[in-house]
């Protein structure tokens, strides 16, 4: 079975919010009238976007008036725009020296130390923002959105939910709640803040991103390609959402779209290393192994510590055969992370059927350590308990197996043929059944064999044939028993 598609998970766009420039203030004397020009003339670049020029001009304003507390505030912000916080922290702390009482400094400051990582002391400029003014919400906001990246959810939600109540119609701050009841698991009300920010601004790519991530995680994926789709025709220079939707893509089947949006994500980002990781799934996927192998070498080059790069190498020589280049790629995969739980299963796997179950026995004993609920580790460990003959051993982990999920019909096979190998011929039957029952026809032939041992001939044939119909792939050595049982029941 393949294992999972290596997803990007929650684009937490939590971008602060800019009050925008200060207002200008009309002065009447004649050197207020000059600063005042150049301010004015800042302004005009900074809307431009030319930023230096714009800097230059309000540093000839504060150089013909050493205390114009508009000036520093202005440059303060274009240095957060340059991203010069230092400069900016400089700037608004001269803002604040001047007039201490007025809180966009300080939500401006704050700003700035977030801009620098610094979450404490931008979370304290918020806070004395909203005690200078309790009525701005981009205070509440921005506090929100700092919460948020530090993983303290509530104090976002209570911020956000403030910030809501002073602009209701703020789309911004729908997603940044969204985001954390998201970060919180409340995925309901997540997509439903997502959704509200999508009515109130219908054209915000964000939004339709972060629902698409949010419709992922929990199994919509229609839905989640939709968004995806809606993002990129927004914003169709947006290189994750061509990812992600080539990741469902992927998943769906719908492998030559997925190598188109592959294509699109590394021609705006060559060094977009995830859409290599998923363009070679999909070349895998289609029995491209030599591109596949190619686009997981420059996913390496790119990355050289992505994990799963080696287990999907891995996967291909499984494929080829090549099991020993497989063991190494899976345990190059261990090395880089060594709770790589796929990594430890798929060489466990190789390990059973190279014969090597002391091996296997201790890569999915490491799994059940990582993950003590792990259905297919049980199950797999139980595999090479009955190839050994230890039935006790395998019955128990089957049984393992199905308390941690009980629709798992291959364990209930697996537990049939143990049960059957003791002659606990009721059991065998009760299970095999079950296993009929969740889909997995090839417990049919343990089914017959069991009827054939309690020398109810007619019902074995009558098995054997169902199972002869109905097989699904892997099972070609009972397929072939099945046939000959068929012939000698039927003389």
């Known amino acids: 079975m393949k294992r999972q598609i290596y997803w990007v998970f929650l684009f937490c766009f939590c971008v602060l919010v800019p009050v925008g420039l200060f207002p200008v203030f009309t002065v009447a004397t004649a050197t207020a009238s000059n600063e005042n020009t150049y301010i004015n003339w800042g302004v005009d670049a900074y809307e431009q976007g030319l930023y230096d020029q714009a800097i230059s001009d309000f540093s000839m304003a504060i150089q013909i008036n050493p205390i114009c507390a508009v000036a520093y505030y202005n440059r303060g912000i274009t240095y957060n725009v340059k991203g010069l916080y230092n400069q900016a922290i400089a700037d608004f702390n001269k803002v604040i020296e001047l007039d201490p009482d007025d809180a966009r400094p300080y939500l401006e400051r704050g700003n700035a130390y977030y801009g620098k990582g610094f979450y404490n002391q931008a979370i304290a400029d918020y806070s004395k923002a909203i005690e200078l003014d309790p009525g701005c919400a981009l205070a509440y906001a921005n506090r929100g959105v700092t919460y948020c990246d530090q993983k303290l959810y509530d104090q976002a939600i209570i911020d956000y939910n403030k910030a809501l109540e002073l602009n209701p119609r703020d789309a911004r701050s729908y997603v940044g709640r969204g985001n954390a009841y998201h970060g919180k698991g409340l995925y309901n009300q997540a997509l439903a803040d997502y959704s509200r920010a999508i009515e109130i601004e219908p054209k915000y790519a964000l939004a339709y991103y972060n629902r698409g991530v949010t419709y992922d995680e929990n199994g919509f994926y229609d839905q989640a390609i939709a968004d995806y789709s809606k993002v990129i025709e927004i914003y169709p220079n947006y290189v994750s959402a061509y990812n992600n939707r080539a990741s ?76 020993d280049q497989a063991i190494a790629d899976y345990s190059k995969a261990i090395e880089l992370d060594p ?50 003959g230890l039935y006790e051993e395998a019955i128990a982990d089957y049984s393992k197996a199905i308390e941690s999920d009980p629709e798992f019909a291959q364990a209930y096979e697996g537990r049939g043929n143990a049960y059957y190998a003791q002659k606990l011929y009721d059991r065998a039957i009760a299970d095999f059944t079950k296993a009929i029952e969740g889909g997995n026809t090839g417990a049919y032939y343990g089914l017959a064999l069991v009827y054939e041992a309690r020398n109810d001939l007619q019902k074995a044939l009558e098995t054997y044939k169902k199972f002869v119909d109905l097989a699904p792939p892997g099972y070609d050595e009972e397929l072939k028993s099945a046939r000959a049982r068929i012939e000698a029941l039927q003389k």
């Open 248 to 323: 469902l893509y992927n998943m769906k089947g719908f492998y030559d779209q997925a190598i188109a949006d592959c294509n699109r994500a590394i021609e705006l980002d060559p060094g977009f290393s995830l859409a290599y990781y998923n363009r070679g799934r999909a070349h895998y996927f289609k029995g491209f192994y030599d591109q596949a192998m190619a686009d997981y070498h420059k996913l390496l080059e790119l990355d050289p510590g992505f994990a799963n790069a080696y287990l999907e190498i891995g996967e291909i020589h499984f494929a080829q055969g090549l099991y």
């Open 339 to 388: 709770e790589f739980i796929m990594a430890y299963g798929a060489r466990g796997d190789i390990y059973y059927r190279t014969g090597l179950y002391d091996q296997a026995i201790s890569d999915f004993n490491r799994v059940l350590e990582l993950d003590p609920a792990h259905a297919g580790a049980y199950y797999s460990r139980g595999l090479v308990y009955a190839t050994q």
